[in-house]
C-alpha cells in the first residue's frame, strides 16, 4: 500500500533524521534498530513497507534538506557516511516539499495546505496519507469559542477570524483534505473539540501528542516500578539541559510550561497521586543535539524508610524521535486504511501526553498498541 | 486462615525487619507500604490478615531479636520509636524461635528441623507453614548424583552422607515437614529434582529464588523499555556497593559468583542477547545496610546513535527485602491451601532468578502474579 | 581569651546545629570533625579554646532550643544521644538568647540590639564578641543614598527612615557595640560603603559572604582542575534541591536570585571567562535538610574533543555550616584580638562571594588563611 | 631549542593523537586546549616553539600512522577533518618511526633502540631527545638482584641475561644514548636503583610515573577538598569502564593490579588515611575510547553527619594524554638543556604516581611545577 508521510517541520532536525533514515532503510543501508513497528509483533499487521512509503511536507525555512543532514552528520546525530551515500536522493527529495503557505485568512491557508495535500497524494498516486506535525512546540492558545464545535468553527474561519493556532490549523487543513494526523509535539494539534467532529466527519484518524523519547520514556518504566512494589514515591524532580533548535525554541516560557506540564502528567497518572518536585527544562546552546536529562526520585519503603534512586539520560533527541515518526506514519495510514477515524488512544505508547484515557505505563501501553495492530489486518 | 511463616535466619537484618513490620502492622502503627499483597489487586485473594500470621523461626546465632532490632532502629533500617513501641513483643517472640538444629547426621539434621516446624504449627494451630529462607548466600556446591532423584537422595542421606547444602537440607526437612518453601536467597534451596519429586509427593508449593529488591529490580523495568522500543542494548554494566552481613558474605567469592549470575540472567532474557559488561558486587563495610549501585547502559538508536542512561539506586536491602518476605509467605500459605504443589513460577515477580521460564519483565511478571493470586480464591 | 559568639538566627537549624556542637565539643563528647581551625596549621593562632567560647543569640522565632535541637536529632542532622546527653545545658542556654528587638524605629532599634550585645559581653566576661548571621538570606534592597557615607546613614537613621534591610541593621548594631560581624548569609550585611566606614571608625573586623558548603565548595575545587590544566569549560549547569527552612525562603524568586549569582561566581573568577548553564534552586519540601545538588561540566580537551564529568552532592547543609560558623567565631575574634579592623578578605576560603579581590580557588584560599591565622598570634 | 620526542608505542592510540596534534599546533589550526605549557605561567620558561619539536618512536606494530589517524577520526578522538588536512604529513611522519629492535640478548637490543635514538638526533640536529613510553602497561617485574646497582645490572646483561621489563630497557636505552626518559604508563620505566645510577652517571633527567588524566585528575582536586574541610572520607570506591587498547590490556589482572595500586596512592597521600573501598578498572569493548568511570565518596561531617558525593567521568583519555605527553617532552628537554639529572618530582602535576616525596593534591603541585619551570629558563 503505497502511503504518504508529510511533516509539519520537514527541514528539522527530526524530520531530516526521518527522511535519511527512511531513504537509507529503502536502500537497505542500516538495520531498522529504533523503529518499534519493525518489532515481531507488528509483522501480521501488513504495514507499509520502505519501498512503498513517500515523504514530503511544510516548513517555512528554506535550508536545503541535503545540507541540514550534512550538519546533523557532523554532529553526530546521523552517521556522515549515509548523508554522502544518500546525497542524490537528499537532493531529489526537495521536490516533495513545498514553503508553508500562507493565505489572506487562515481559511484561504488551510485551503493551500489541503491543495498541496492533495497534489501529492496524487503526484505519487498514494492510497493515503498522514501528515505529523514535527515542527517546534507552541505555547497554549487562548480559549476560544470556536473551539468547541465545528459549526462555530467554520463559520469564524469564513468570517476571516485567524483563531487557530497553526498546530490546528494544519489539522483542520489535514482533515479536509482526507489525510490521517498526528502531533508529535504538544501543541494544541487535533485537540480541539471542533476538530474531533471534522475528523469523524472527514473519517479520517488522528494521534497524539508529544512524543515520547528520553526522561518521560524513562519514567513511564520507572514510575510502574514504585507502583507495583506498594513504594510511596515522595519527590520526583528533574533537569533536562538541551541545545539545538527544540531547546531555544524552549527558552521561551510558555513553551517550556506546555512540555513541562506534559512530562509530569505521567507521574499522576500511574502513581495515583503527584509528588513534590518539578521537571525542568534550560536551554543550553553548546549542549546541542544530546540532550542530558538528571532525575532524582526519593520514596518511602516498609515503615518509611527513606531511600532514592538517581538517573541521568543522555540521548540524542532527533534520533530518539525520527523512527516513531515513521513507526506512526505507518500505523495510522494502516488506521485509515482500516477505517478507523477520530482519536488513536492505542498509540498512547508513542505519547507523554496522549489521548484519551489509557494507562501511562509503558508495559500497558505496549499491550495496547500490539492488540490495536493486530486488529488492523483483519 | 492462621498461617506460620518459618525464617531460616531469623535473626537476622532481613528477618527482624520483616519480625518488626509484622508486630507493627498487627498493631496498626503504621501502613502497609512496601507491601505487595497489600494493593487492591490483592483484595479478592482473601490472603492471611496480619492478625492471622505467626513468625518462627531458625538461627546460628544467638543474638536476642530485640537487640538486633534495637541495632537496626540506629542504623535507620527501622524507625527507633517503632522497636520500642513493640519491645514487650519483640522479646516475647524469643519464644517461637529454635536455633538451626545440627545432628550427627544430614538425616537426623532434617528430622530434628521437621520435629521444630511441626511443634511450631501445632503450638500456634496453624493451617498450614511456610519455611523461608533468608539466610546469607552459599556458594553453588558440587554436582551429586544424589540430585536428581529422590530415591537416590533418600539412599544418600540413610547412608549418612552429607550432600545437600544447607539451604537444600531446609528444603528437605520442609517438605517432609508438609510446609511450602521460598528461598529469597540465590542458593539451591529447592531448585534439585529430588527435592521436586519430594515437593510434588508430600503436596506442598514452593518458590525462589533470589529476591528482586534493587539493581535488578530497575534492570527489570529498563531493560523491557529498550527492547520495546527496539533500541540496543550495546553494554550494561554496574558496581553494587554494600556493607552489613549479606556484603559480608559477598566478599567470599564463590558466594559473590552465585549472586552475580543471577544478576545478569535478566538481561539476556529480556532482550534476548546478553550485552557486554558485567555486574560487580563489593563489599565495603561503612556503607553498611544501606547499599548503593551504580549501572551505565549504553545502546544505539536509529541509524546507529550511541547513547547512554546511568542510574544510582540507594536503597536499603532489608526494607526493601522484608515486606516481599511477608507477601511471600502470604501468597504461598495461600497457594498451598488452594492445593498447589510443586514450584510455583507466578511469583516470578519477586525473584532476580525465578523459577520456570516466565517473562523476565516487570509488568508481565505483575500481570502473571494477580492472575495467580485471583485463582487462589475461587 | 574569653569569647563571645553572637548567632542572628540563634534558633534556626544552623545556628542550634552549632551549639549543640560547641557544647559537645566542650564537654569531649565528639571529635571536631568539619572545624578547620582544628587543623593543625592553626595550632599556632592561639585561638579561643571551646571551654573559652560563649554562644547567644537573636531570632524572632520562640521555638525552644532544646526542642529545635531535638527535631535536629529526628532528622539525622545531630546524633539524638548527644541532644539527650546535653539536654540540661541546651536548656540552661535559653539564658543566653533574646527575642530579636524592634523599637519603633530603625535607629532604636539598633540600639536595643548593641544594648543586649553589651550586655552579653559584661555578663559573661568576654574579651570580645562577633556577631555572625545565620538568618534566612534577604532579597537584595534597594538602593539608596545613605548606604554611600557613613554620615548620610546616620542622618537617615535619626530622620527616623527605615533605610537598612534587616542584615545590615545587625552589622551596624554590632559595630556600634564594638563587635566583629561575619554574614554566613547572602545578604547584604555589611556590605554598604557607610558601614565599611563605621567599622573601620569602631575598630572591629568583618567577614562574609554566603559560607561555601556544598556545590559551591566542589566548584572551587574542580573549576581550578580545568584551569590548569588547560580544559576549556563549555558548560557548567546545576541543580540544588533542598528542603528545610532554607529551602523554602529559597522559594520566594528574589532571595533565589541573590543566591544563584553568589553560585555563579566562582566560576568567572576561577576560569576567566563564563560557561554556558545557570546553577537552579529548587525547593522541594520532602528533601529536608539534606541537599542533593547535581551539576554536569562539558568541557573541550585536545584538538576541541568534547568530555564532561557529572558530580552529586548530597550533604546536610545545616552539618557543613555549623563547624564552619565556630570557626569563623575563632578567627574573627582572634583578628579583632590583634587590632584588625574593617573587611578580612583572608577568610574567603570560607565564602561563596568573598570580600574583596581574591583568588577564587579553594587551594589558593587556603594558603591564604593558614597565612592569616599565622599572623594573627604575633 | 630544536627538540625530538621520541615515542615507544608510536602508532598507539596517545601517541597518533599526540602526533596529529603537533603537527596541527605546528600549522596553526588549532588552539593549544590541553596544553599545560602553553598557559602564560610557562611563558618565561623559553620551551621549544611547536615549529622546534620533532616527533619520532618505536613500535612493534605496523599500522600505518595515517590509517590510525583516521581511525581516531572516525571514532571522535580528533577531528576527521584535520586528519584530513594533515594527511601529507602523517604520512610523511613514517620515515621517522622505527620497528621496536629485538637483537639476541637485551644488551644488544639496548645497543639497537640507542642506535636509533641517535640517528634521530643527528638527521634532524636536535639539541636534545626525549624518550616518552606511552605503549601499554607492563605487570610489575619479579624482582631481581641486578636492578639494585649499575654494575650489576651491566654484568648481568653482559652475560646475556635478559633481566629488564621492556619499559626499563627503553629507559636504559635512552639514557645510553644521552636522552631523557619520562614514563606516562605505571609500568617499571625508570624506577630501579641502577637506572638511576645511569641517568645520573649520563647526566640526564627522567620523569613519571602514569600519567594523571581522569578519574585520578579528579581526586587529586576532591580528597584535598575533604583535607582542608576537616571532613573525614569514610569510603571511596570506583569503577572505570574502558575500551580500546589499553582496556584490553589491563584485562590482564596482572597489569590491572599495577593500575589499580597507582590510582588509591593519591588518597591516602593527600588524607593521611585509606578510606575503605576501591577503584575497579573493567574492560567493556563497546566503550571504546571514551572512558566511563564512576566514583562514590562517603564522608562524615560535624558531629559524625553523614554525606555523600558521586561524581561520573566521561573521558577520552587519548584526548586527555596527548598533550602532555607534548607538555613533559617539551619540560624534560628543557630541564635536560638545563643540565638536570636524575628524577624529575617537580613533575607530579602529570602523574598519579609520581617519582619522590612530594604532595599529591593538584594546587601543590601545581605551584611546584610552575617553579620548576620558572627555574629552568635562568
Known sequence: ???????????????????????????????????????????????????????????????????????????????????????????????????????????????????????????????????????????????????????????????????LPPSALGAYAAFTAGCGYVDFTPSTGARLPALHELAVEAGVPYGGNDGKTGETLVKSVLAPMFALRNLRVNTWSGLNLLGGGDGANLADPAANAAKVASKQRVLSDVLGYQPQGTSRIDYVEDIGDFKTAWDLVTFSGFLGTGMRVEFTWHGCDSALAAPLVLDLGRLTAAAHHARRSGPLPELAFFFKDPLGCTSAGLSDQWATLVAFASGLST
Open 1 to 163: 500500500m503505497r502511503t504518504g508521510i508529510w511533516l509539519i517541520g520537514a527541514r528539522g532536525s527530526v524530520a531530516v533524521t526521518a527522511t535519511v533514515g527512511a531513504f537509507a532503510l529503502r536502500a537497505r543501508l542500516v538495520e531498522p534498530t529504533g523503529c518499534v513497528t519493525e518489532l515481531p509483533e507488528f509483522g501480521p499487521a501488513g504495514l507499509a513497507g520502505w519501498s512503498e512509503l513517500v515523504i514530503g511536507g511544510h516548513d517555512v525555512v528554506t535550508t536545503p534538506v541535503l545540507k541540514k543532514a550534512e550538519a546533523l552528520g557532523a554532529a553526530g546525530v546521523v552517521p556522515a557516511r549515509l548523508v554522502a551515500a544518500l546525497a542524490g536522493e537528499l537532493a531529489a527529495h526537495e521536490d516533495d516539499l513545498r514553503p508553508l503557505p500562507a493565505g489572506g485568512t487562515q481559511a484561504e491557508t488551510a485551503e493551500l495546505i489541503a491543495a498541496d495535500l492533495t497534489a501529492f497524494r496524487e503526484v505519487h498516486d498514494l492510497a493515503t496519507v498522514v501528515v505529523i506535525n514535527v515542527s517546534t512546540t507552541e505555547p497554549a492558545p487562548q480559549p476560544h469559542p470556536a473551539f468547541a464545535d465545528l459549526a462555530a468553527l467554520r463559520a469564524a474561519l469564513a468570517s476571516g477570524d485567524a483563531v
